[in-house]
């Protein structure tokens, strides 16, 4: 079995950085795209970033220019860099992976104050 632990998340001002992590452990073959949902109270999860094996990212329009997701490979593990925070990007962050199936994190709280 396949399992991420997510880090990373906390409080902070607006305008201010945090960066999350997300390791895979497990019985890991190999791992197709990795990336980062995030869940806002009372509304719907949404697609904040991806990157595939390869490196090749894509970013939701509300979070490009100001979020970077990279990974390492050897490590298994994907990295949210963001910046500029906003009080709107608060929210549960929920990172994932495809092996063949979706295996997701345990989710992190990120917080920003006005």
């Known amino acids: 079995q396949v399992q991420l632990v997510e880090s990373g998340g906390g409080l902070v001002q607006a305008g201010g950085s945090l960066r999350l992590s997300c390791g895979a452990s497990?019985?890991?073959?190999?791992?197709?795209?990795m990336g980062w949902y995030r869940q806002a109270p009372g509304r719907q999860r949404e697609l904040v970033a991806t990157i595939t094996p390869g490196g090749t990212a894509n970013y939701a329009d509300s979070v490009k220019g100001r979020f970077t997701i990279s990974r390492d490979n050897a490590k298994n593990t994907a990295y949210l860099q963001m910046n500029s925070l906003k009080p709107e990007d608060t929210a549960v962050y929920y990172c994932?992976?495809?092996?063949?199936?979706?295996?997701w994190g345990q989710g992190t709280q990120v917080t920003v104050s006005s």
């Open positions: 497990g019985r890991i073959l190999s791992i197709n795209s």
């Open positions: 994932y992976c495809r092996v063949g199936v979706m295996i």
